[in-house]
């Protein structure tokens, strides 16, 4: 997934819009009361804005061997 993200250049206009649809989408199911709607607000976010953005000049720059992170109620998880 991070390759098919990578190599696009830096993209932080689409990446609000992103998140803005995903919020829109969190109150189309209904998903309208904390912390859920805010916990997943924050993956995503979070997920589009690091991980999905980590490698902007070339799909070639990731990493074999990336292991998917772990996200909890706290945040990302080390």
């Known amino acids: 997934m991070v390759r098919m993200h ?3 250049g830096k993209h932080d206009e689409m990446d609000r819009r992103a998140i803005a649809c995903f919020d ?3 109150r189309d199911v209904g998903l309208t009361t904390d912390p859920i709607r805010q916990v997943l607000h924050d993956y995503f976010a979070w ?3 690091t991980t999905m953005a980590r490698y902007p000049e070339s799909a070639d720059d990731v990493p074999e061997g990336l292991t998917i992170p772990r996200w909890s109620w706290d945040g990302p998880q080390r």
Do not use: I
């Open 6 to 8: 990578s190599g696009n």
């Open 24 to 26: 829109d989408a969190l």
């Open 47 to 49: 997920a589009t804005t």
